[in-house]
């Protein structure tokens, strides 16, 4: 797809991949058709690479599909200079050594016949049949000339509907992106920036959730390496100094080998070397990093009753670190991913290495992902039930339920900003929560989630009529957030009691599929969003513009906060918890009060599109002095006494912790949320200083959405690197 130049020297290549050499293969494609009774030399090793993973496989359509693709883009150089042939040829090779079968192969060697050359969707399915024709379209780019700057949004929403279809449009969508990647380097600075965000916005979580960590761990390291430059040298020169020392990593494996081999167990036992990234996480996490640090053990197993064999033998022989168990062979994750995680220390020494466990079937998927399932729609795959095959539906084993939350919200965004923005927010949610009905059923939730956004998930828009619910027998709000395993009932009203859902909501909402639902209805019944008639300024109905009252909010109201409406209830926004000096507005809510939000925050524009009245409100004087509360979230690296330390910080600022949340820890990442008393606003930036200087703390940004419960969660954070907030390292 329209890709960049080729940089053969890009330092962030995967280890032990073999390298396709691209001047080659350009000089073979330039040597013009080959005998029909061989391959042609340029795609001889793609060959290879297929008939490793499928001994038996046809390669008579890889064959016309590399003529077809060859000829078409004849003439066609890369901005390096190079046969543009040679990046279709690229993308084939990652998706071939991921396993990949022949039909995606074949795709994928004419991905972009139809978007750059004259080749017409109608030849591609004559030559090469439906399935090929489907996952080539899939993967087109819509035209600038006919959509403009809506073309990029709207070609990734065509991308994931086709997607939910099959699921192998997005592998030759992720494979076209990595080597576009590899070779960004001759584009201009400002377009590999954009590029490069983008891959870590929407690609880097797609293949997340698709579980294909192979490609989604080198474009990290690469997405880092354009990102965070300065941050790159650094770990590729602390990875070349650790390479230029004996791994300590070795002799532990030794040991392990002999432990395992003396116990009778048939395993595989490799040192697997930490990717940029990871090594640069574990240097924020810890501080500094030691020599088995770089990488992690990992055990190869055949079955699965042998992985728990192989934990107990470690866990005899060796001194284990508990709180490094995790069992995601129990509990898989939710992207295909099983494994058994542990750390053990040697003896004597105490050198600490985290251990990976899982059979050779786990490896592929865990490596693969939905690549690894081949073909999931062939009749007799795994993912496909006999009575599938008999009436031609198929059924997707790889659509799960975030994929189909996403098709269903995405159908009721027709603007493509709004699509764009709810697409980033929605991938930015990475992980996912099981929660259970009291029938006994479950579904899934984004981590975070509420009550508000589980209603609309189990009953779309008959949500409207919801009224409360119970969380685990007990009688809570509809803000609550959900947590992993909780029980939920909901509360639906009937007749009068069915008004309608209050704007309120917004705030609480966190998936898209809520938040749509609930502006169209708000939008759709307008008197509903509008406050009381005695909450009405009077000017307004004179259609002139409101004058500041002269008289300040009831002794209910902050102090500090005078708003442009005399005698009423004034409250602040728990989602972005304003103080002086930020600059804020107000909204009518029911009730007779006015909800105060900093004008920055997401709900701002959300209240604006449910119709609800903006009310003026301003600090009293300059906005200064006086004591507030306010709620800040602290993104950090886990670590021991991480906790005390940020109290610590806190106190020392003067700042009483109202309330506190920790999230529980995600690949080595834990979030603190804290609702803090001050005694001066204008403290405020000073604390957050202070707490961004604990060890291992890489952001510190004010609460955007509603605070979870103690021990609660209240979503993930985007695939980045050093945190996005107002105080990021």
């Not at 609702?675 to 957050?688: I, K, N, S, Y």
Request: net charge negative.
């Amino acid at each position: 797809m329209s890709a960049e130049a080729t940089n053969p020297g890009s330092p962030a290549r995967r280890r032990g991949r073999p390298r396709i050499d691209l001047r080659r293969l350009g000089r073979a494609a330039l040597l013009g058709p080959t005998p029909r009774d061989r391959l042609p030399d340029a795609i001889d090793h793609v060959a290879k690479v297929h008939r490793a993973h499928y001994p038996g496989a046809d390669l008579e359509p890889l064959r016309r599909a590399y003529l077809l693709a060859e000829s078409s883009h004849r003439g066609q150089l890369r901005k390096s200079g190079e046969p543009y042939i040679t990046h279709p040829l690229a993308v084939t090779l990652i998706l071939a050594e991921l396993g990949a079968e022949t039909t995606t192969l074949t795709a994928s060697l004419l991905h972009d016949t139809v978007e750059d050359t004259d080749v017409t969707l109608h030849q591609v399915g004559e030559e090469f049949g439906e399935e090929v024709r489907y996952l080539v379209d899939g993967v087109t780019k819509l035209e600038k000339v006919d959509y403009g700057s809506a073309a990029e949004p709207e070609t990734f929403r065509k991308m994931l509907v086709a997607t939910g279809n099959d699921v192998r449009v997005m592998s030759i969508k992720l494979a076209d992106r990595l080597h576009n990647m590899r070779t960004l380097s001759v584009m201009r600075p400002e377009k590999q920036i954009r590029i490069a965000k983008v891959t870590r916005d929407v690609l880097i979580p797609l293949a997340e959730r698709l579980g294909v960590q192979a490609l989604k761990t080198e474009l990290e390291d690469l997405v880092f390496a354009v990102l965070h430059p300065e941050e790159y040298v650094r770990t590729r020169a602390l990875l070349l100094d650790h390479a230029s020392r004996p791994d300590p990593l070795d002799g532990i494996a030794v040991e392990v080998r002999s432990v395992l081999r003396e116990a009778g167990i048939a395993a595989e036992v490799l040192v697997r070397p930490r990717h940029f990234v990871s090594v640069h996480r574990v240097l924020l996490k810890r501080g500094e990093l030691g020599g088995t640090d770089f990488g992690r053990i990992l055990v190869l197993v055949a079955e699965d009753a042998d992985c728990y064999a192989v934990l107990g033998e470690l866990h005899t022989c060796f001194t284990p670190v508990i709180s490094e168990f995790k069992d995601f062979i129990a509990v898989p994750k939710f992207n295909l991913y099983q494994s058994l995680h542990t750390a053990v220390a040697r003896r004597p020494g105490g050198e600490v290495a985290e251990v990976l466990i899982r059979t050779h079937q786990m490896h592929r998927v865990a490596e693969a992902g939905v690549v690894a399932l081949g073909n999931p729609y062939a009749p007799g795959s795994e993912g496909t039930e006999a009575g599938d095959a008999a009436d031609g539906e198929r059924a997707d084993p790889t659509r799960p339920g975030w994929l189909s939350r996403l098709l269903a919200w995405q159908q009721a965004v027709p603007d493509s900003d709004t699509f764009w923005a709810s697409l980033r927010d929605d991938l930015a949610q990475d992980r996912e929560i099981t929660v259970f009905r009291t029938d006994g059923g479950a579904f899934a939730l984004p981590a975070g989630a509420s009550c508000v956004d589980a209603a609309y998930v189990l009953y779309g828009e008959a949500a409207h009529t919801c009224i409360g619910a119970r969380v685990d027998g007990r009688l809570v709000s509809l803000a609550t957030v959900l947590a992993d395993g909780d029980t939920l009932q909901l509360l639906m009203g009937e007749g009068e009691t069915a008004a309608g859902p209050s704007p309120d909501w917004l705030e609480y909402a966190r998936t898209p599929a809520a938040r749509i639902a609930i502006s169209r209805w708000l939008s759709a019944h307008p008197d509903a969003a509008k406050p009381p008639a005695d909450l009405v300024h009077p000017m307004e109905h004179a259609g002139a513009p409101a004058e500041p009252a002269a008289r300040e909010a009831d002794q209910s109201a902050p102090a500090a906060v005078i708003p442009d409406l005399p005698g009423v209830t004034v409250r602040l926004a728990r989602c972005c918890t304003p103080v002086p000096p930020d600059a804020v507005t107000g909204f009518a809510v029911r009730g007779g009060a006015v909800t105060v939000h900093r004008t920055q925050c997401p709900a701002v524009g959300r209240m604006q599109v449910g119709g609800r009245p903006r009310i003026r409100v301003l600090w009293r004087g300059d906005g200064g002095g006086g004591d507030c509360r306010v709620t800040l979230v602290a993104e950090a690296f886990g670590r021991p006494r991480l906790l005390a330390d940020l109290t610590e910080a806190i106190a020392l600022k003067g700042a009483a912790i109202v309330s506190a949340a920790v999230e529980p820890p995600h690949e080595q990442r834990v979030r603190h949320t804290y609702t803090l008393q001050l005694p001066d606003a204008e403290g405020l930036p000073a604390l957050m200083r202070a707490m961004l200087r604990v060890p291992g703390v890489y952001d510190v940004s004010r609460a955007q959405r509603p605070v979870a419960a103690a021990g609660g969660t209240s979503g993930g954070t985007p695939p980045g690197f050093a945190g996005g907030g107002s105080w990021g390292r």
